[in-house]
């Protein structure tokens, strides 16, 4: 998986760590995967145990539900204390990092800055479905989302009506990207 990322740009994957799964874009850089990681689950657990695994996937809804911490259907494994989603290709490996102090629109903040180190390979296979441009338009709905819920910006509430909307012309239909506007005005589900 690693080899075939170009470098210098920004691929979704997923982070598994030892109790959680979240999306994170990564770079690679040489051997590496270099990511930003805000506070969580997946935070705290590098800060314990750096160990992880980044796997592959294009099932973009699975994403989003990893990112809007929604339940996943998924099967786990391991060995050596590194956990991973069975079935999905990728690497485990142990992640260097430094904690540092982030400011942007949103606010400040602490960021996790990781170097993903791969030790092994993970087997698995995608199926051959490429991604619809339904599916980029939902990620991007979701990451703006992730950000809302922290400002609660009316710009950003209204840029994720905007792709709603090229969504549904796209075709797509999701119960999440339902849930994501129906929540800009409140953080229940």
Request: hydrophobic share 35%; proline share 9%.
């Given at each position: 998986m690693l080899k075939s990322m170009e470098e210098g740009?920004?691929?979704?994957?997923?982070?598994?760590t030892s109790s959680n799964v979240t999306p994170v874009g990564v770079i690679r850089k040489g051997g590496t995967l270099r990511f930003k990681l805000f506070p969580g689950k997946g935070f705290k657990d590098i800060l314990k145990n750096s160990k992880a695994s980044i796997q592959a996937t294009n099932n973009v809804e699975f994403i989003v539900r990893a990112a809007l911490n929604f339940p996943l259907e998924a099967?786990?494994?391991?060995?050596?204390?590194?956990?991973?989603?069975k079935g999905l290709p990728g690497h485990y490996g142990r992640?260097?990092?430094?904690?540092?102090?982030?400011k942007d629109e949103v606010g400040e903040s602490r960021i996790l800055l990781g170097t993903f180190i791969p030790v092994g390979r993970i087997p698995g296979?995608?199926?051959?479905?490429?991604?619809?441009?339904?599916?980029?338009t939902l990620l991007e709905m979701a990451v703006h989302f992730t950000r809302f819920l922290l400002s609660r910006d009316a710009g950003t509430s209204g840029l994720i009506k905007a792709l709603y909307c090229e969504y549904t012309r796209l075709g797509g239909h999701s119960e999440i990207a339902k849930y994501i506007v129906k929540n800009l005005?409140?953080?229940?589900?």
């Open positions: 740009k920004v691929y979704e994957v997923l982070l598994v099967e786990f494994k391991g060995r050596d204390g590194f956990r991973w989603i992640v260097e990092y430094r904690v540092s102090k982030w296979s995608l199926p051959p479905i490429p991604p619809s441009r339904a599916d980029c005005g409140h953080d229940s589900r």
